[in-house]
């Protein structure tokens, strides 16, 4: 079984950057695709970015093409989210996901395993 283990998460003004870290046990990391999915109280989750297991292709939401990138460290197992330029409506809690798959997946159905999530706040 493969476990997720997000961090990285915590208040930032508007305008502001963190990075998220993902970590990946269990499992042979590189087989994996990986994704961070966002979701807030009441609405569904939704994807953010996705990379396929190569780290060659990369996918983004339109709401944060520009300003996120989302990387893998297949040596340290991780993966990682830099939010730039952050918003009040980035505000949610972003939860980390992989896929059996070798190509980019960007479906909630896609992703067979799933991380606790970290809450990422941003004041305007």
């Known amino acids: 079984q493969l476990q997720l283990v997000e961090s990285g998460g915590g208040l930032v003004q508007a305008g502001g950057s963190l990075r998220l870290s993902c970590a990946a046990s269990?499992?042979?990391?590189?087989?994996?695709?990986m994704a961070w999915f966002r979701q807030t109280p009441g609405k569904e989750r939704d994807i953010v970015a996705a990379?396929?297991?190569?780290?060659?292709?990369?996918y983004y939401a339109d709401s944060v093409k520009g300003r996120f990138t989302i990387s893998r460290h297949t040596a340290k197992n991780t993966v990682y989210l830099q939010m730039n330029s952050l918003k009040p409506e980035d505000t949610a809690v972003y939860i980390c996901?992989?896929?059996?798959?070798?190509?980019?997946?960007?479906?909630?159905?896609?992703?067979?395993?799933w991380g606790q999530g970290t809450q990422v706040t941003v004041s305007s």
């Open positions: 269990g499992r042979t990391f590189s087989s994996y695709a």
């Open positions: 996901a992989a896929a059996s798959s070798p190509s980019l997946r960007v479906g909630v159905r896609d992703y067979d395993h």
């Open positions: 990379i396929r297991r190569s780290g060659g292709t990369t």
